[in-house]
């Protein structure tokens, strides 16, 4: 039987284009709040990369938090659309105010500075957003085939804005006077752009009613399913082995994501050549884009996720292989080829995970018999947050203990051989633990059996 269909085409462009709004904020503060704290600010990257692993402590519970203040919110624009609107005013705010530390103050006073405003964008602005924007998914459609595009369409919009942030930022901050002012001035051009995006897509969309959410419809029922509390909201996902493995998965993304970012170094102390940056951003996302356009039509063909998923990453992990060996040759265009390849392979997991998530929900609800849509999406944030924060907190400590000097021109060889661990190895071994995860996460197929062990013990 066909599955009711519940968007437009223009719901779903409109909710993708929330992405462009989430990587103003996670884009440009992955790829260049590193160096823009090393060589503008010119504070140490291991002190960097403590505060920001210290600011994880203050992360570990609002995820988990703010998707079951969403699952019991009931408001006129529905349970995650106003955490999405109003929590991205404050991620403007702070991520302007990562990018405008005043030169005049104290080095300890600007530590505290980057450490207060980088824990409430990602602990609880950035959350909040992140997790009902995610959430959405499974708010607003009940149709598989739809979540995976809604998902294609998202994840279009974030590496589309990941290639054009990563592509002319060094250009901008140049244009508008360079130096800490030129920072400051693109921070806030940012964040206003993404303050009027994400109100577009928050409101391009809308939230269908408990009773069509819940497939039993009893209004009773529904009521009971809400009423738990942080604790149990916890031990549901916890129990839940794919959300684990979706969690694990997100962080390593997040922490591959972040070595690639310090690709900024690597093309600038080893490849020698800083514009590069901008190139190696167009062989990565340009493949994602070209993935997730055909990811839709590869899951109908193949019935499912699992497999698209699976093969991809393996293809993904051979990519990354060959990127070593080119980086090892000094061959640029080789480089750039296999990068391009390894993207390519990425592609549909970024396009379908969304989907595979409102599955995980549906996971607990047929095992639990409890929605827990917001806080399942949880992973999301968690993933951003724990991953890019861990992975930029590890490239800090790296290359602190590799010697880097921001004031040469030339970094020491010890630097030189981090530069190389970071960029062509540790992606490639991330690579490989997420193909073993993936391996595991055959949701799909878990629930079909559910499925029809209860409709087998509804006959008797």
């Known amino acids: ?112 500075w980057f450490f207060i405003a980088y824990t409430l964008l990602n602990a609880v602005f950035y959350t909040a957003n992140n997790i009902a924007y995610s959430a959405l998914t499974a708010l607003v459609t009940k149709n598989s085939k739809e979540r ?54 928050a409101l391009s969309v809308k939230e269908l009613p408990e009773e069509e959410l819940n497939e039993s419809g009893n209004k009773k029922e529904q009521e009971a399913e809400e009423k738990y509390g942080l604790a149990t909201a916890a031990k549901l996902l916890l129990s839940n082995r794919f959300y684990l493995m979706i969690c694990g998965v997100y962080i390593l993304q997040q922490v591959y994501g972040a070595m690639l970012n310090m690709g900024i170094y690597y093309m600038t102390y080893v490849l020698r050549n800083e514009n590069l940056y901008g190139v190696f951003s167009w062989a990565i996302n340009i493949p994602l884009i070209a993935a997730l356009v055909v990811t839709p039509t590869l899951v109908a063909r193949w019935k499912g996720m699992y497999k698209l998923n699976l093969r991809g990453y393996m293809l993904g992990t051979l990519g990354r292989a060959l990127v070593v060996v080119a980086g090892y040759m000094g061959s640029v265009p080789l480089m750039l080829l296999f990068t391009a390849v390894a993207a390519l392979g990425q592609g549909p997991w970024q396009g379908d995970m969304n989907a595979v998530i409102a599955s995980c929900s549906e996971y607990t609800y047929l095992t639990k018999q409890k929605r827990v849509d917001g806080t399942m999406y949880s992973c999301t944030s968690l993933g951003v947050k724990l991953g890019g924060g861990l992975g930029t907190a590890i490239a800090g400590w790296m290359l602190a203990a590799s010697g880097f000097d921001q004031t040469l021109a030339v970094q020491p060889e010890s630097c030189m051989q981090m530069l190389y661990f970071m960029y062509l190895w540790l992606p490639l071994l991330i690579n490989v633990v997420i193909t073993l995860v993936l391996s595991r996460m055959n949701v799909e197929e878990t629930n079909e059996k559910l499925k029809a062990q209860m409709t087998e013990a509804e006959r008797f």
């Open 1 to 112: 039987m066909q599955e009711k269909t519940y968007l437009k085409w223009y719901n779903k462009v409109g909710y993708g284009s929330g992405d462009i709004a989430g990587n103003v904020v996670y884009a440009f503060l992955s790829s260049f709040v590193m160096i823009y704290l090393t060589n503008t600010v010119g504070l140490n990257p291991g002190i960097v990369g403590s505060l920001i692993a210290a600011s994880k402590f203050f992360d570990g519970v609002t995820d988990i938090f703010f998707g079951a203040m969403i699952d019991k919110t009931k408001t006129r624009l529905g349970k995650a659309r106003p955490w999405m609107l109003y929590g991205y005013i404050g991620c403007a705010v702070t991520l302007a105010a990562i990018f405008a530390i005043p030169a005049d103050l104290g080095q300890t006073a600007q530590y505290a």
């Open 148 to 201: 995976v595009q809604m998902g294609s369409c998202r994840f279009i919009f974030a590496f589309g804005t990941s290639l054009l942030i990563q592509s002319v930022t060094i250009g901008a901050v140049a244009y508008f006077g360079g130096g800490a002012a030129g920072w400051r001035t693109v921070a806030v051009i940012y964040a206003l752009i993404g303050l009027l995006v994400n109100t577009v897509s």
